[in-house]
């Protein structure tokens, strides 16, 4: 919405989804009035057990936005407090109103700072816009849940969403998962990152990164905020390349900054791109894929492939996944919690692998002990490559609690 | 009638406030599970000579308002129907209106079960054709009854329940309509053929067997003899002939749908692996699953996990559905023991696997007989509205009060030797553990386990189930912790709604005594 200046009192402001389909959501509309204070009016499925407690709330967040006279319509589908706030500040913004103040629900204590190579096998998307997705996002049992304020938030809510994730992130208990959001395409991704990066989110994706500048831009931008709020965790970076340019530009990118963390893909993009057709086996996006692999370990950080969209296909979905561990990918995203177990299965080694590198290692022990130069199994000797990626499988299964 | 007196209210054993009259009629509040010990013989219809009757057999009658007419259907007596057609059922509002159009006032019309699409008994309501329904109510006809302008109070009871009431006397059906989707001109019934096919008939089977006069509406009729009879002939004083006894669409589901939702299926899986963790999914086991989205995802987990372990059930009990007919078809289970059959392929199955049987409330569910198949169960699945700190559980209303469900077979399930509730966490932002029940539907001494998307509650009168589980990797946590996590979600506990001092319907226990009252909302 679209106000000009000269209008802005007088405009009103709306924000949030109501309907008999709709759950978890709230619609808020602010009318600014020169007088007569605040006056609220609310419809609520839950009123019965919450109209006291949703009354209240409106009324705290109204008046820390410093609005003084308006007519505010509530119409509540379910919502939860931290959902309430959001709305209700997106509706007073948009009505010219509150501009610069931060309603923020309270904080819930944050989970140990993320590291660098944690394992990122799955990372479920959830759409910024859609706040009934936030509550049981983490209970699925991904390794990351990011937040999306781009591709599934249609351009008219961006503002609104960025208020909501900034709430969830504060206000829900995402678990064992690493909290990721995924901005938009700078630059309007850096006002993005304006609210998101005081509440410290352990990871923050960037879409459609074809140059090393524009991580150079995130991640300033990142420093000063987190330097402006005394933020001393890390923040990690994952760039999501998505184009020819940026695959030509893959090792650049993943060695633009200290911060990143993972390098991953976008194919729905970089077919488009290409101007060819994404198909199930993927071999338009062979290269693609080969070549982010082989920069993102060049740079010694992880990578990540793309999603598999067609939730109903579950077969596809594995064949995709394990295809993309024997490519050298560590994880996938998630559309759907349903895909999960299956990507977990899919990277997780398997028992004879398990067992093989088991007898690797045993006998690299051995030989250590022994003082032994050279490691040998049976008849067969073992180079220290090979050594090497026995006790990176060995530490993956355990962290997959395999072994 | 029951309202116009005045309403002496008793505190009862789960200390809940239940009306000692309804209706007219003197009630037991509920003593406990088990304490009643009823005394007496059985209620019994006339005598009946074959003489009265014609001997080709032949007993067709020309309308339902002629079979009305012959079975001496008066002012103030019980008219009796049956939810095998479910949603999709026309015979009850057939016969309530051709009791009208005879002239007949204050009947009550005592149903298996009523449904959204029979709103329209409001009106006859509203004429004083009905006086009031002693069935299940939920929607239009819920809320009818709960904003009190049913003239007489509402009974609630379950499946066995209602044989208990019919069999105990405490109901007197005066005329049955039977919804038959196959009959001969004799009067004997078949559920499973037709083209309003619907399964099994065993709703029907204690109003056939118990009421005075006996009425079978059919769209198939079928030369002597209609097999299987379900539902037999000499039982039956007229058969009327109708187009149409149902619409198809709605009398069973084309297929049955698995929720999509992750939550849910979550909730699914746990049951699962609970069962199979807890040891109670083991060769020659049974268990018992309704038709709603958690329960069909539950059945399509288990069947994985039967099949991991190479395990087979000896019996499961429907409400069949299409996962439950995979289950017997693949070998994973000896029989289908069938009181309702929600789908085409639970119907399909019911007609030509001899290992898929028809039971009636008398089998499954009676309290008041030489024991019944409910208490045999392994484990069964249900769901609730609500439930409190010490497993009470309630199924029949909105925690606003306004009626939302039957009991069904609910109650008489909990006798099973593992009962589980399978229950999201909240709904809305409406916590489903709560502080109080607002309406006690099953007391929580039988209610084992609280399966939600957040953990695991094993109710501590249950430490043989706490020990089976030691070791499994499920999130088992104390109820109240899982209570206690929701209510910061939603923002603190809900504010209790404020429910009218005026009864106007009552929750029956399995034995006839008065668990609770449905209390008037404005």
Not at chain 1, 309 to 328: C, E, F, H, P
Not at chain 2, 249 to 273: C, H, M, N, W, Y
Request: aromatic content about 6%.
């Amino acid at each position: 919405m679209t106000v000009g200046i000269e209008t802005r009192s007088k405009q009103a402001g709306e924000a949030g989804h109501w309907g008999a389909e709709i759950r978890s959501d709230v619609h808020v509309r602010i009318e600014p009035r020169d007088r007569g204070g605040i006056d609220i009016e609310l419809e609520s499925r839950v009123k019965p057990y919450y109209g006291e407690a949703i009354r209240r709330q409106a009324e705290e967040v109204i008046e820390a936005l410093g609005v003084r006279h308006a007519q505010v319509t509530i119409h509540d589908e379910g919502a939860l407090p931290f959902v309430i706030a959001a709305r209700i500040e997106a509706a007073a913004r948009r009505a010219g109103l509150g501009e610069g103040t931060r309603v923020l629900p309270d904080r819930l204590p944050l989970p140990e700072p993320s590291a660098r190579d944690r394992m990122r096998r799955s990372r479920l998307y959830v759409p910024g816009s859609e706040p009934k997705y936030f509550i049981n996002a983490a209970l699925h049992g991904a390794d990351g849940v990011i937040l999306d304020l781009e591709d599934s938030v249609h351009p008219t809510e961006k503002d609104a969403a960025r208020l909501l994730v900034r709430n969830a992130l504060r206000g829900v208990d995402f678990l064992q998962c690493e909290r990721m959001v995924r901005i938009n395409q700078l630059p309007l991704g850096l006002d993005d990152l304006e609210e998101i990066i005081p509440e410290s989110p352990d990871l923050i994706l960037i879409p459609k990164v074809e140059s090393p500048h524009q991580v150079v831009d995130a991640s300033q931008k990142i420093a000063e905020i987190k330097a402006n709020y005394g933020i001393t965790r890390p923040i990690w970076l994952m760039p999501i390349l998505e184009s020819a340019q940026g695959m030509e530009k893959a090792y650049e990118i993943a060695t633009a900054s200290e911060e990143i963390a993972a390098l991953t893909i976008g194919l729905e993009d970089y077919t488009a791109d290409l101007g060819v057709v994404k198909t199930p086996g993927g071999a338009e996006s062979l290269f693609a894929r080969q070549r982010m692999v082989n920069a993102a370990h060049a740079a010694s950080v992880q990578t990540i492939d793309s999603v598999f969209g067609d939730v109903g296909d579950i077969d596809g979905l594995r064949t995709w996944a394990l295809n993309s561990r024997a490519m050298g990918f560590e994880g996938m995203g998630c559309v759907h919690p349903l895909q999960i177990t299956v990507i977990h299965q899919a990277f997780a080694p398997t028992s004879a692998e398990i067992e093989k590198a088991q007898k690797i290692v045993a006998a690299f022990h051995e030989a250590q002990q022994k003082g032994l130069g050279v490691v040998s199994l049976g008849s067969k000797m073992i180079d220290a490559p090979v050594v090497q990626r026995a006790l990176k499988l060995m530490a993956r299964a355990q962290a997959m609690g395999l072994v | 009638m029951a309202i116009l007196e005045k309403m002496e209210l008793v505190l009862n054993e789960a200390g809940r406030k239940v009306p000692e009259m309804v209706n007219g009629h003197a009630q037991v509040p509920y003593l406990g599970v088990g304490k009643l010990q009823p005394r007496g013989c059985k209620a019994a219809p006339p005598i009946r000579t074959a003489a009265d009757y014609p001997e080709s057999g032949d007993k067709r009658v020309a309308d339902l308002e002629t079979a009305l007419r012959k079975c001496g259907l008066r002012d103030g007596m019980v008219i009796s129907s049956h939810h095998h057609l479910r949603d999709g059922d026309r015979v009850a509002l057939m016969a309530l209106e051709a009791a009208s159009r005879i002239g007949v006032k204050n009947l009550t019309w005592f149903p298996s079960a009523s449904f959204p699409s029979q709103k329209s008994a409001i009106e006859l309501m509203a004429s004083g054709v009905i006086d009031h329904i002693e069935g299940s109510m939920n929607g239009p006809l819920g809320d009818y009854c709960t904003q009190g302008k049913m003239r007489g109070m509402g009974v609630l009871r379950s499946h066995g329940g209602r044989w208990q009431a019919i069999q105990d006397g405490e109901v007197h059906i005066d005329v049955a309509v039977i919804a038959a989707p196959t009959a001969d001109s004799f009067g004997n019934c078949d559920g499973s053929h037709g083209k309003s096919a619907c399964g099994s008939l065993g709703f029907a089977l204690a109003d056939s067997t118990y009421a005075d006069h006996v009425i079978a509406v059919t769209d198939t009729l079928v030369p002597f003899p209609c097999v299987p009879w379900q539902i037999q002939g000499n039982n039956v004083d007229c058969v009327v002939e109708v187009d149409s006894i149902g619409d198809p669409a709605k009398i069973v589901s084309g297929t049955t749908q698995i929720t999509r939702s992750p939550d849910r299926l979550r909730i699914a899986e746990f049951v699962a692996r609970f069962l199979r963790d807890a040891g109670i999914m083991r060769d020659g086991f049974s268990f018992q699953a309704g038709a709603g989205g958690i329960a069909l995802a539950f059945v399509s987990y288990l069947k994985q996990v039967m099949k991991e372990s190479g395990v087979k059930a000896r019996f499961v009990r429907g409400g069949s559905t299409k996962y439950l007919v995979e289950l017997l078809e693949e070998g994973l289970t000896d029989y289908i023991l069938d009181g309702q059959t929600f789908d085409l392929d639970g119907v399909r199955s019911i007609a030509n696997n001899p290992r898929h049987l028809a039971t009636s409330p008398f089998t499954s569910y009676n309290y008041h007989g030489k024991g019944n198949f409910a208490s045999m169960v392994d484990a069964v699945v249900l769901g609730a509205t609500e439930v409190d700190a010490n497993f009470n559980a309630n199924v029949v209303t909105h925690s606003d009060g306004r009626l939302l469900h039957g009991i069904g077979g609910w109650q008489n399930c909990l006798a099973a030797k593992c009962t589980i509730l399978a229950v999201p966490s909240f709904r809305d932002r409406i916590p489903v553990i709560v502080d109080q029940v607002t309406t006690l539907s099953g007391p929580g001494e039988l209610i084992d386990v609280v399966v939600t998307e957040r953990g695991i509650a094993i109710n501590p009168l249950r430490p043989d189930l706490m020990d089976a589980v030691k070791g499994s990797k499920l999130p088992i946590r104390p109820l109240l912790e899982i209570k206690k996590e929701v209510e910061r979600i939603c923002g603190g506990k809900p504010q209790r709604p404020r429910l009218g001092d005026r009864p106007v319907a009552i929750v029956k226990w399995v034995d006839g005594t008065v668990l609770d009252s449905v209390w008037q909302v404005s």
